[in-house]
């Protein structure tokens, strides 16, 4: 799970995982990327979750409520035969994000966010600081399936 940020002049940062070793690669453009203050916290999260990736563990689930929830990564005990019988492991999760065409094709622009109409504000707001530039909303469905162990 590599993380990206675009900022409003195109400045870049990603973190990476490394394959094999529980270190992310963090990259930034020579001049740096201004990340506006209200997104800081949203920005640890995604880098958190790339460390998290690099060193085997699960990122955290945001339940739709918006509060962090490890247990749901589990099953619960005596869980109906039903709930498995799909080969779910747990619901899909859907995050929601802007894209910039950019000569190089469709690029992150901004953070990842928890719902649609957070993402589709922030879309209003980029279109207004860059109302020259072309974005679109995109929706990034993750689904956990069971797999035979055989």
Known sequence: MTFEYRDADGGHLSVTPLPGVPYVLVRT???????PADLVPDTV???RDAARTASGQQPEHT???GEPCP????PAVGQPA???ATNEARPPREEWRIELLDVDGWMPSGLVRPDRE?????LAGRRKQRPDATFRLVRETTT???????
């Open 29 to 35: 453009d020579p001049e740096g990327c201004a990340v």
């Open 118 to 122: 957070l993402a589709a504000q922030y």
């Open 82 to 84: 039903e709930a498995q």
């Open 63 to 65: 339940c739709p409520d």
């Open 144 to 150: 956990w399936t069971v797999e035979d162990e055989r």
């Open 71 to 74: 247990g749901h990564d589990a």
């Open 45 to 47: 999260a995604g880098i």
